[in-house]
């Protein structure tokens, strides 16, 4: 367990993280996805979706504070992934 985040359950790597990425841009609503990844074999956890509002600086995704957006939806992609067993974990 590294960072909180469980070893990966398909290759045991503990080069597992958490990332977001954005998805889809509605006017100034902006949407993010949240999954744990492992580096080695490429595994995806579950996503956690979440909605950011396009604004300067972009507050939500500040991963300093831990009430922003980001850290919500990362803490909860990595409790999804550490709960998970390998029959409900999407891979690719
Ligand atoms: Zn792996």
Redesign the pocket.
């Known amino acids: 367990m590294k960072n909180g985040i469980h070893e ?6 503990d ?2 993280y958490v990332d977001s990425h954005a998805t889809r841009l509605r006017g100034t609503e902006q949407n993010y996805i949240s999954q744990v990844r ?1 580096r ?4 995806r956890g579950p996503k956690v979706n979440f909605t950011v509002t396009v604004e300067p600086g972009y507050p939500d995704l500040d991963r300093t504070d831990p009430e922003s957006a980001v850290s919500k939806a990362d803490r909860q992609a990595i409790e999804r992934w550490n709960k998970t067993t390998i029959t409900n974990t999407e891979k690719r």
Do not use: D, M
């Open positions: 990966c359950w398909f290759c045991g790597s080069k597992t492992c080695s074999c490429c595994a």
